[in-house]
Every structure is written in structure tokens, then in C-alpha cells.
Nanobody, 123 residues
Framework: QVRLVESGGGLVQAGGSLKLSCAASGRTYSRDAMAWFRQAPGKEREFVSAIMWNPDSIRYSDSVKGRFTISGDGARSTVHLQMNSLKPEDTAVYYC????????????????WGQGTQVTVSS
């Protein structure tokens, strides 16, 4: 079992920044890759970013590339998502996810999920 707990969400004005954190515990081998997804009201959950270790790999969705940065420690105990130049359309509940295996950007491949943290960007 892998337990994931997100933190760092909140309310910010457009153009501002927030840093989300995901604290992971449990089986390390079940955390080969970790990712952030988000779900806005009335929309499906969508991929934001993912990180994998050994080999190192990072992936971003086109909508956040250049504005968001994912990072994580080698112990896979914490993953961060630095979000800069936030836009109202970034408003969503952000979820941390983990999977065993390679990096992926599809929700169905992740089997461990956190409860989510709300990010609200005002215009």
C-alpha cells in the first residue's frame, strides 16, 4: 500500500505562484513514477505532470509546460509541483498519484491516489 497526502493548495491571484507537495509513505517499489493530475468542476480529471526515477524522466502536459515544475527526492518520499504564472483555468483539485512501472500520463495506469488539494486562481 502507498499512502499519498497532498498539501499546499489555496487561493491565489492570476499571475501568482503556489507550491504543492505530496508526502508518500509505504512501499517504495510501488512508487516508480509519481504524477500530478487535476480535476476542474464539471470536467474530467487530466494529467498535469509526472516524474520517474531510474532512469530519470519528467513529463508535462502542454497546458502547464514552461509554468509548472515537478521535482522529487531520490527516496521518493516527497514530490513537489511548483506552479508559476497561474491562470484562472488552473483552478482545480490537484491529485497526487503513484504507480509501479514507467512514467505515464494516463490516469488508469496509476493505482495509488491522494485525497487532493484545492487550488483556486482568481482573475
Amino acid at each position: 500500500q502507498v499512502r499519498l497526502v497532498e498539501s499546499g493548495g489555496g487561493l491565489v491571484q492570476a499571475g501568482g505562484s503556489l507550491k504543492l507537495s505530496c508526502a508518500a509513505s509505504g512501499r517504495t517499489y510501488s512508487r516508480d513514477a509519481m504524477a500530478w493530475f487535476r480535476q476542474a468542476p464539471g470536467k474530467e480529471r487530466e494529467f498535469v505532470s509526472a516524474i520517474m526515477w531510474n532512469p530519470d524522466s519528467i513529463r508535462y502536459s502542454d497546458s502547464v509546460k514552461g509554468r509548472f515544475t515537478i521535482s522529487g527526492d531520490g527516496a521518493r518520499s516527497t514530490v513537489h509541483l511548483q506552479m508559476n504564472s497561474l491562470k484562472p483555468e488552473d483552478t482545480a483539485v490537484y491529485y497526487c498519484a503513484a504507480r509501479r512501472g514507467g512514467i505515464a500520463s494516463t490516469e488508469k495506469w496509476y493505482d495509488s491516489w491522494g485525497q487532493g488539494t484545492q487550488v483556486t486562481v482568481s482573475s
